[in-house]
């Protein structure tokens, strides 16, 4: 459980790095991904949650 809690706070640091870094650059990659068809989105959105468990398989090896 701690290994979930410990991932979960690195995703909220990084996340909140970026709102407060760059602000700006947030906003227009929002309104680069609402220009995308919703298919697309999707697509890309699975393929980062594969890539994200291709990461954590390579973490446990």
């Not at 790095?17 to 609402?34: D, I, N, Q, T």
């Amino acid at each position: 459980m701690t290994e979930v809690l410990t991932a979960l706070g690195l995703v909220l640091v990084i996340e909140g790095l970026v709102y407060a870094l760059a602000p700006s650059l947030v906003e227009r990659m929002l309104e680069a991904l609402r220009s995308l068809p919703e298919g697309a989105r999707r697509s890309f959105g699975a393929l980062v949650v594969v890539s994200g468990l291709i990461l954590i398989w390579f973490a446990k090896i």
